[in-house]
């Protein structure tokens, strides 16, 4: 039996928070242990961006303890508790709510595999019996899905939701299984009078299902969505691109690698490479070079002479 958690950023008895619970009775009729949290419901202060986790990590202090004293740990232990973790949220201006990115932000730096990965082996080569070591649950293999609901009848307005969603997943090192944005969501003033939609909650479980019970990590972790025709990106599944005017270099805005566009029959391609597809920020390696950037520059950092004068200046601009 695994367990199977869902966070939704929703409203109470809405769309997603429905589409959510669909999926976990499918999974709880499965003989899988199913848990719902609506973090709205929670004290969830946001990041201040002060670097004491990251700090912690990286120092041996703490395992990236936040300064706040709020209910974020709750959430946190059912995160870790979690062998899958399904995320929905509604779309507000294109993309996820503020709530969403609040957690985001917080499950930052502090839960990123590579950091207390590295952490772990720094602490256990150092010795000594009272060394503070990561909660284990941390590298816990973990499958994801990601549930967007938007009210405009267009696509193209809920086209950054996903991608997007695909942060709370990031740090983590969660493994995203499937992903499903239901747009159009207006026309009915509830998703359970759209079957389709249901319907498409069941796929999401079976999916999930057949992931937790699979026996090997390529099954475990292969994608279980839509088509693969349907997306450009070979890793994230998804086909939000930064294109590099000028040349025929891209780069997928969720992964971080670089690919090209090829243009064979009359018909766009992108061609990502093996190496770059390795590192992607959705795979260990991605995060690796993402720590090792900060262990070596912002943690090293030069420091300005005379600052507290400089800054002087600026105090009160404007207040």
Same mark, same amino acid.
């Given at each position: 039996?695994?367990?199977?958690?869902?966070?939704?950023?929703?409203?109470?008895?809405?769309?997603?928070?429905?589409?959510?619970?669909?999926?976990?009775?499918?999974?709880?009729?499965?003989?899988?242990?199913?848990?719902?949290?609506?973090?709205?419901?929670?004290?969830?202060?946001?990041?201040?961006?002060?670097?004491?986790?990251?700090?912690?990590?990286?120092?041996?202090?703490?395992?990236?303890?936040?300064?706040?004293?709020?209910?974020?740990?709750?959430?946190?232990?059912?995160?870790?508790?979690?062998?899958?973790?399904?995320?929905?949220?509604?779309?507000?201006?294109?993309?996820?709510?503020?709530?969403?990115?609040?957690?985001? #932000?917080? /499950?930052?730096?502090?839960?990123?595999? &590579?950091?207390?990965? @590295?952490?772990?082996? !720094? $602490?256990?080569?150092?010795? *000594?019996?009272?060394?503070?070591?990561?909660?284990?649950?941390?590298?816990?293999?973990?499958?994801?899905?990601?549930?967007?609901?938007?009210?405009?009848?267009?696509?193209?307005?809920?086209?950054?939701?996903?991608?997007?969603?695909?942060?709370?997943?990031?740090?983590?090192?969660?493994?995203?299984?499937?992903?499903?944005?239901?747009?159009?969501?207006?026309?009915?003033?509830?998703?359970?009078?759209?079957?389709?939609?249901?319907?498409?909650? #069941?796929? /999401?479980?079976?999916?999930?299902?057949? &992931?937790?019970?699979? @026996?090997?990590?390529? !099954? $475990?972790?292969?994608?279980? *969505?839509?088509?693969?025709?349907?997306?450009?990106?070979?890793?994230?599944?998804?086909?939000?691109?930064?294109?590099?005017?000028?040349?025929?270099?891209?780069?997928?805005?969720?992964?971080?690698?670089?690919?090209?566009?090829?243009?064979?029959?009359?018909?766009?391609?992108?061609?990502?490479?093996?190496?770059?597809?390795?590192?992607?920020?959705?795979?260990?390696?991605?995060?690796?070079?993402?720590?090792?950037?900060?262990?070596?520059?912002?943690?090293?950092?030069?420091?300005?002479?005379?600052?507290?004068?400089?800054? @002087?200046?600026?105090?009160?601009?404007?207040?």
């Amino acid at each position: 039996m695994s367990k199977v958690l869902a966070l939704s950023f929703g409203r109470k008895m809405s769309n997603t928070d429905v589409f959510l619970k669909e999926v976990l009775l499918k999974c709880q009729e499965a003989g899988h242990e199913i848990k719902f949290m609506r973090p709205d419901d929670y004290d969830i202060r946001p990041c201040t961006g002060c670097c004491a986790c990251v700090g912690g990590i990286m120092s041996g202090r703490t395992n990236g303890t936040c300064i706040h004293k709020d209910d974020f740990h709750l959430i946190e232990d059912a995160f870790y508790d979690a062998d899958c973790v399904l995320i929905g949220s509604p779309v507000y201006e294109t993309s996820p709510s503020g709530t969403f990115k609040t957690f985001c #932000d917080r /499950m930052g730096p502090s839960h990123d595999l &590579a950091f207390l990965t @590295e952490a772990k082996k !720094e $602490r256990l080569a150092r010795g *000594g019996e009272n060394v503070l070591l990561p909660d284990e649950r941390v590298f816990k293999p973990r499958i994801g899905c990601l549930v967007g609901v938007g009210g405009a009848m267009t696509e193209n307005w809920t086209i950054m939701t996903i991608p997007i969603m695909y942060e709370s997943m990031m740090s983590s090192g969660v493994d995203v299984i499937d992903t499903h944005m239901y747009y159009g969501a207006m026309e009915v003033d509830h998703i359970l009078g759209v079957p389709e939609q249901m319907a498409r909650a #069941d796929k /999401m479980a079976e999916n999930v299902i057949a &992931a937790l019970a699979a @026996e090997t990590e390529e !099954e $475990r972790t292969m994608w279980r *969505g839509v088509d693969e025709d349907d997306y450009a990106c070979p890793v994230c599944h998804q086909s939000l691109f930064k294109v590099h005017q000028g040349s025929d270099r891209v780069e997928c805005t969720i992964c971080g690698i670089d690919g090209k566009v090829e243009l064979k029959d009359g018909k766009i391609h992108y061609v990502f490479s093996e190496k770059e597809q390795a590192r992607s920020r959705m795979k260990y390696a991605g995060k690796l070079e993402h720590r090792n950037e900060i262990a070596h520059g912002a943690m090293t950092q030069r420091k300005t002479e005379n600052l507290r004068a400089l800054k @002087e200046k600026y105090l009160h601009v404007g207040e």
